[in-house]
């Protein structure tokens, strides 16, 4: 055990740190605790930066674009991205699903194609899973693809999908054969946005902003060297996705929440809450509750580097951190007492914690209800017999 | 002993209800959330035609001479349509303030203004100002004049007429001016139908409703009352998302059976019920003591805004919850209760605020 | 809507008043802060005077000993107590479940023969409902009563039944009719608890001290009168009896749960925490939480006396107290700090709050488990679907 | 960055795991507690021929020169298997008062010492004493004398010699005295596999190993490990109840089904889960800072007890729940885990004392 870093660690992190030194945004860390957020173009500049920097991809085999490096690599680059308070990768479905899923299941011709524009920021992706009917019983969807010779013709709706309104590619869930269980008829298609038919209406959040989309899906047509993996079997590729989208994104979410932290520390001091004994109480939670879930990650991937299998842990990462987030974005409106309701310019930090609020209100909904969430751990882990 | 309200408290009730579906569905509110002002004037007329403006006003000064209790169960009705409105600001606020002036009730009553109250200036939030302010109010000939400004302040734009607390050559008292007279900038607010914003005063006229001797008690009235109509509105916009929650978990199915079936989605159904309750509980006993006077009354308000302002957050968050995606959409209705809950739950700080009076009442400071 | 208490009440309070400071054991109230609780011979004596000043069975019917008072009194009355630090009746089962079921269910002759010697304390009653292996699945009981002419013979085994060790009487659940659907074939049996082949046997609970029993039933003999109700329809009666424990008992309950709020705050006191503000955050959420559980009790009251139907909020009750009864114990061990360990004679009032703090644990098992009584508020009261 | 523990660390856990689950199951404890000594004084002996005590006292000393990584391999398996014994009164406390007492260190390596530490006296009981001491020092000949009443002293009776928080001359200091020239006097304790008692010193022999100089730093080491090895204890004490409860509600039938097909019952038990694996990685992350001498090793230390100890009361809480009404009964051994864990929870201060700490490390005082 040692959580000093290893020398080559500790080489990557001081190169890193210089790096992103020399090539934040300028004023980026001014901008960054206002709800100025996400644009898309600011983000694919910074994407490209950072890939062409070679820190995108880090654990990717190298044929692909990646740089093969160790698990732990990953983690210093999260823990140092949080450090200078950098914007994301603008990829973060693919780089987190599509591509992992792809480089699961994919053929040579597919991962050529795909994998290293992913991680360079020249494809946006995009996930068409859930759909108006089918929220935590995903595999109820009904969206249907019809076999024309050579082809897919894809007809339904998709929900809930991040991103779709800049997305060039959509991993995306239909059901090939109606007759067979429900398991047992869906397909997984990787879907090129730009085709006709494919109409992208965005879903606006309690917060009035748009982030999620719905997309329509009509009589298009998708190649059938798209399928990744076999027809009728995409309910296993779907696991694949599945299983990342909660481990190692929750991985990365840590890394928010330790942002998210800091920041609440900075507006404690700036308001004068930090002399509060309960505000204090609260906070010191917070802090020791984020050091039990990132270690908690640290765990679970030193397993993985071990054993190859990331350990039973990881599966509380999502599930903790949805929970953690909504408790400390209210922490931060309590700080602010009656200002609490000042959204936009004249709220402290421009809304940014207003917003934060309301929008950690989804964590627990997306990606895995919680409740799912729970589920998966009494029986996938715990062996507890069946809830439903 | 006796915890129910008479018959014509529970006719006044049906007609509050009946108003606000009517003429206040979700959709309606969704509506008028999206305009400019950010509500339907000629709902005043309607609700002073009703009688709901001089329902705890004298006789003699046109009112209908009731007192809180009734007021209580618009509050409660209202909170469960969210009406937007400056009814809160009108009736919870600044009448409490204007006991003492007459002609101002006279003019409420009859539907002739609508008011706030303004309290907050920038670094100072405390319904209860400890000392000073920089609001100046100075004599002029044989009136007042208003200088400085406040925030925060409740439906400003709504509202024709402002109470303000403010320091006058005696120490700190209560003016009322109009507010065409003033400056308003309106802010943006969470809960888009119940709007903050700031009043600039600049040499503004305005009429003195209390000097420095009751200065104090009148405030202290003040929030009480805003306590208990809160905590009021808080049970109907927390009850309404409740049933929300309800009914939708008995419908939507996933895995082949209704999600309400499953304890992890019933539960916390269940949970908001109980919160509920309890905090209704709180709020008509708050009620009682504040309509009567009696003196638990400043602890019983501070009670019931601290646990209904959480109830109803937390009722409405699990509504959220339980409706999966659909519920975080600002398509539906459920935001609207959720922001106004929280509102609600920060007004005159957090619910660790009146917990910290009522910990003072039992336990001394 | 009133909260003074009516002229009646106010007689009636102001009456009771004088009476429990004339009449209460010399130097009670100087020993309730302490371990020593429940004395068999002093609660007798205690219960026989209350019963002789006309205070037991307030709104039972005249002509089985009761005052037909209406429930208001029996609101007044405990909040006496509760200003009192008075000791209870003996008679707990007895009054808050035998004797309601009797009242309802029972033929002339049973309640001329038990009502009054409830009321009195000299009968006292214990519960035979649960079984080792029927806990929460209460009709999965196996204890079974066979016919033989004018009796029933029962064989079996009851469990976590207080008040068994010195309990004349018991209610008993048995099975008469094995081939029935599960709720078909039960009966509800009234058992003199002196009869031959009933042997007690106590069971200690976590603070080491018993206070729940097994019963063992072999052969033991029940004449067929002391049916309740027809045989085989005993579910219908049980559920009687649940009503009332879950209903009325949770109104005594928080009483106590007064009792204990006001322990709490002379505690906070004596060691100073009360000039913490976390502990005063906690002790005015408590606070508020016990009025809030108080007032609704009233409101239920109010509903009974006016329509003669509970209202629903008071499926509430019994819940609620539990789970605030362990948080409020749970604050009170945290604001002795590392005393909390000092049990018995060295511990801060001779251990008092280490054990109520054990015993707070089994509050939220017994008389229906929290999981149960949830989903019972959710099927009854909202209207849900069946969970099981 | 490496999280896992090496494989001799492994091994010597396994060592541990079968030390306790073939001397000190369920039943034996339960005896052992219910007996006068409340402990079994043979395994002291076996404990030292398997090398732990002198685990981490240098080889010149007849220590295995090991660090506390290896000490909380063990803290973790015997709070798994609720030894009942000084070894935590020894090892986390006492033990880290000697480095400067290299023939106090042999004797412990060699199992002729059974240790605990006296520093809680009427009326103060934190370990990092503010000033004074009522607990007087005194030189004498060439030796010094203790008087004094130390209160709540772990293990008092199984200790063999005492390390005790005095005022001398110079100010606060630490000595150690024999226990058999003292009056010891056990009280009743929650957790009988872990007693508390007072010392009662009249003039008692002592020899003094820290002066005023060194005390407080002595003091902060004393607290952050006797910190990170009650969190690694708290997990073993978790994560033992967390078994109990899994393993029942697979097999526990109502309703014909098994309870852990409920979600109100299964969710519970997820919690437990998570709770405990966030409390072990905060109390090896803590133990490994303590172990390295680590700059973040007090904040890491009090974030681990406090989180750590709240967790397996809840474990320990949510496990007899679950249990129902056999859970809930003296002889099942779940209140033994139960009463550990709050034994845990209470020392030096329930887990917001500790956060008191790490605020102010964030936030300053």
Redesign the interface.
């Known amino acids: ?6 020398p080559e ?1 500790a080489s990557f992190r001081s190169e890193l740190r210089s790096w992103l030194e020399e090539n934040l945004p300028d004023g980026w860390r001014e901008l960054s605790p206002s709800r100025t957020r996400w644009n898309a173009d600011v983000s694919r500049e910074w994407s490209k930066k950072l890939y062409e920097a070679g820190y995108v991809g880090l654990t990717w085999p190298k044929e692909y674009g990646g740089r093969a490096a160790p698990y ?1 690599h990953q ?2 680059f999260l823990e140092e991205m949080v450090r200078a308070e950098a914007p994301e990768h603008i990829g973060v479905i693919g780089l987190g699903m599509a591509g992992p899923t792809i480089i699961s299941h994919g053929t040579d011709e597919q991962k050529n194609r795909h994998l290293a524009n992913i991680l360079s920021g020249d494809e946006v992706w995009c996930q068409g899973f ?1 759909e ?1 009917g ?4 995903l595999a ?1 969807l009904r969206t249907k693809a019809v076999r024309d010779n050579d082809h897919f013709v894809v007809n339904g709706q998709k ?2 999908s991040s991103f779709a309104h800049i997305a060039d590619w959509c991993i995306l869930l239909v059901r090939t054969d109606p007759d067979a269980k429900k398991h047992q008829g869906i397909t997984y298609l990787l879907v090129d946005m730009h085709s006709d038919g494919v109409d992208v209406r965005p ?6 902003e748009p982030e ?1 989309n719905e997309i329509f899906f009509s009589d298009v047509r998708v190649p059938i060297e798209n399928v990744l993996g076999e027809v009728n079997a995409g309910w296993g590729v779907a696991m694949t996705t599945l299983l990342h989208e909660r481990g190692t994104l929750g991985f990365a979410l840590t890394s928010r929440l330790e942002v998210a932290m800091n920041k609440v ?1 900075t507006l ?2 700036e308001t004068g809450a ?1 002399r ?3 505000i ?2 609260r ?3 917070h ?3 984020l ?6 990650n ?2 679970a ?3 993985l580097v ?1 054993t190859g299998v990331p350990g039973p ?1 990881g599966s ?1 990462a999502k ?2 951190w949805s929970e953690s987030n909504q408790r400390l974005t209210k922490l931060a ?2 700080i ?12 402290i930090w421009d ?1 940014y914690w ?1 917003y934060q609020q ?1 929008r950690s ?2 964590n ?3 990606a895995g ?3 799912v969430l ?2 998966i ?2 029986e996938r ?8 | 002993m006796d915890f129910a309200f008479s018959e014509e408290q529970e006719m006044l009730r049906s007609q509050a209800r009946s108003f606000v579906t009517d003429r206040f569905g979700a959709e309606r509110v969704a509506q008028l959330a999206e305009t400019e002002a950010g509500w339907d004037e000629s709902s005043w007329d309607a609700m002073t035609e009703l009688g709901w403006m001089g329902l705890s006003i004298p006789e003699e000064q046109g009112g209908a001479g009731f007192g809180f209790l009734e007021e209580a169960v618009l509050f409660e009705e209202l909170g469960y349509g969210l009406y937007p409105g400056p009814y809160f600001s009108t009736v919870a606020l600044a009448r409490r303030a204007l006991d003492g002036a007459p002609e101002q009730l006279k003019r409420l009553a009859s539907g002739g203004s609508r008011l706030t109250l303004a309290w ?1 200036e920038g670094g100072r ?1 405390k319904l209860l100002p400890e000392t000073g302010m920089s609001t100046q109010a100075q004599e002029s000939g044989d009136g007042w004049t208003l200088t400085g400004e406040k925030h ?1 302040v409740p439906d400003a734009s709504a509202a024709t007429d402002v109470v303000v607390v403010a320091a006058g050559p005696e120490g700190l008292g209560l003016w009322v001016a109009r507010c065409e007279d003033a400056k308003i900038e309106m ?5 888009r139908t119940r709007r ?1 914003g700031r009043i600039i005063f600049d040499g503004t006229p305005a009429e003195q409703v209390a000097g420095a001797g009751d200065v104090r008690s009148t405030l202290e009235r003040v929030q009480m009352t805003a306590y208990a109509a809160l905590a009021l509105e808080a049970v109907g916009a927390g009850q309404a998302a409740f049933e929300l929650a309800a009914d939708h978990v008995k419908t939507r199915e ?2 082949g ?1 209704p999600i309400g079936a ?1 304890q ?2 019933s539960h916390q159904v269940v949970d908001s019920y109980i919160g509920i309750e309890l905090a209704r509980s709180l709020a008509y006993w708050a009620a009682w003591c504040v309509a009567e006077g009696d003196e638990r009354a400043p602890m019983a308000a501070a009670a019931a805004k601290s646990f209904a302002g959480e109830a109803a957050v937390a009722s409405c ?1 699990r509504a ?2 339980v409706h ?8 539906h209705p459920l ?1 609207r209760y ?1 922001k106004r809950a ?2 609600i739950d ?5 619910g ?2 009146q917990r910290a009076s009522v910990a003072t009442a039992l336990l001394g400071s």
Chains 1, 3 share one sequence.
């Open positions: 055990m040692d959580f000093r870093d290893a660690e732990t983690a210093v859930s108006p089918s929220g935590s019983d109820s929900v809930w879903l606006n959040q309690m917060s009035g999620f520390v404690a001091r930090e509060d004994p309960l204090r109480d906070i010191a939670r802090w020791v509750e050091q039990g879930l990132k270690f908690t640290y765990r991937l030193t397993t071990k842990e509380i599930l903790f409106l309590e602010m007492g009656p200002r609490a309701q000042l959204d936009g310019d004249e709220g809304g207003q309301l209100r989804g627990t909904i997306e209800t919680s409740e729970r589920n751990i009494a882990v715990l062996g507890l017999p069946r809830s439903r | 907050i939030a925060l802010d943006p607010t969470m809960d903050l996933q895995f059976k499953y992890a989605v968050e959220i919850q999966g995606g659909i519920g975080f959409t600002y398509e935001h959720y929280q509102w920060s007004f005159d700080g957090f660790s605020v």
